[in-house]
Every structure is written in structure tokens, then in C-alpha cells.
């Protein structure tokens, strides 16, 4: 199986190719930036390091967040168009999820909290207890606010993430890499239809209705 992995949740955004089964091929490419910019040629480069066809690619998998909605948009899209185009099996994976499995593979151990900026002074949150074998989770993302994870923080845990020491100084800074969301998909086999990929979003959607159109005359 060949999948093509795009991780764009973060400034840091990257895409990775990999191969399992057979000799494995593991190629990524990482930029911190604007998010979504130089997509394309951010996948051409993984191509080319993996020495991979576009054709050859079995799986995509995306990274759905919690993060930026507009870098995970831009990878949905991207993907979207790939499928129509090929074909090809469609994976979401969580991007709190990414986080852990990269923690671990550099060599973060114990318990610890992904926390991930949800604006409007508030954090996703998902607790994690990560080994050297693997991972476990302990408690689903939820939202919580500053003070709630400032709490946490004192009481024990490692708080890691994206810009984890932007509020906490004792936080370690661990981004979602699209090599860990490639490996993670390598376990899993829901695929499902592109359209139905959606960014984790965990509040309740609020619609305001609009007034009423005011007659001029």
C-alpha cells in the first residue's frame, strides 16, 4: 500500500509519502509558513524523494485538525480533487492523534495532554498515556477554557502540541507530522468517500437568522 499523507492543520505544514509492505519507502516534506501555500509542490517534492509516481499512490490520508480550518480545508480540497481524479481510498485521521504518535517518536513518555488553540480562550484538549510500544487514549478531545488547562498543567502532566509554550511555559512544542499521519493510516481501513470528510470541530454549530428585508420606500 502506498499513501500520500497531507498534514496542513499547523504553520508547520507537511506531506509524506509511504510505502509499506516490500522494501518501505517513507519520504516528507515540511514548511512553516502560510498555510496551504505551495501545496502542490510540496507533494511533488515528497514524490520525487520517494521516488514514487502520482499513479502509485493507493491512500490519501488527511489531517482533520483540531487545528487551522483553513490549511485542513485546503488538504480536504486537495484530496477531493485527487480522488476524482484517481480513484483512490480517502482516510481522515485525527490531528490530536498525529501529535501523540509523533511525541513518541521523539521519545515523549508518560502521560500527557495534547492541547491545540480553539480560539475564544479556549483549548481542544485530549489525554494520552504513550509508551515506547505505542499509545493509548485516556480522555477524547474535549474544549476546555485557559484556566481548566492552566490547572492541569500545575497538577501533573505534560502539555505538548502545536504552541503549547505560547501559554504554557512548561509545555513542549510537538507538531503533527504527515509521517505519523501516514503510518497511522497504514493500521486503519474505514476509508470513505471524499465528500464526507470534515474538519474535527467539537462546538455546537450556531446559525443567526437574518433580519428581515427592510422595504426602502
Given amino acids: 500500500m502506498t499513501i500520500l499523507a497531507l498534514e496542513f492543520s499547523s504553520s508547520q505544514r507537511s506531506v509524506a509519502v509511504l510505502r509499506t509492505g516490500g522494501a518501505p519507502i517513507t519520504a516528507e516534506v515540511v514548511e512553516t509558513g502560510e498555510r496551504g501555500a505551495n501545496a502542490f509542490g510540496m507533494i511533488e517534492q515528497a514524490l520525487a524523494k520517494a521516488k514514487i509516481e502520482r499513479e502509485q499512490i493507493g491512500v490519501l490520508a488527511v489531517g482533520l485538525g483540531p487545528g487551522s480550518y483553513t490549511g485542513i480545508r485546503a488538504a480536504i480540497s486537495l484530496a477531493q480533487g485527487w480522488q476524482l481524479a484517481r480513484g483512490v481510498e480517502m482516510l481522515g485521521v485525527s490531528s490530536a492523534e498525529a501529535i501523540a504518535a509523533q511525541a513518541r517518536a521523539e521519545k515523549i513518555l508518560g502521560r500527557v495532554d495534547v492541547v491545540v488553540d480553539a480560539q475564544r480562550n479556549e483549548f481542544y484538549l485530549a489525554t494520552y498515556e504513550i509508551v515506547p510500544s505505542g499509545w493509548g487514549e485516556i480522555t477524547p478531545l474535549r474544549i476546555l477554557s485557559l484556566a481548566e488547562v492552566q490547572s492541569r498543567a ?64
Wanted: net charge positive; aromatic share 10%; hydrophobic share 40%.
Fill in 154 to 217: 500545575t497538577e501533573s502532566g505534560i502539555i505538548i502540541g502545536p504552541e503549547a509554550t505560547k501559554w504554557f511555559p512548561n509545555g513542549r512544542i510537538i507538531f503533527p507530522r504527515a509521517t505519523a499521519l501516514a503510518e497511522l493510516a497504514a493500521h486503519r481501513s474505514d476509508f470513505t468517500p471524499g465528500e464526507k470528510l470534515q474538519p474535527i470541530y467539537l462546538r455546537q454549530t450556531n446559525f443567526v437568522k437574518a433580519s428581515p428585508v427592510r422595504d426602502a420606500n
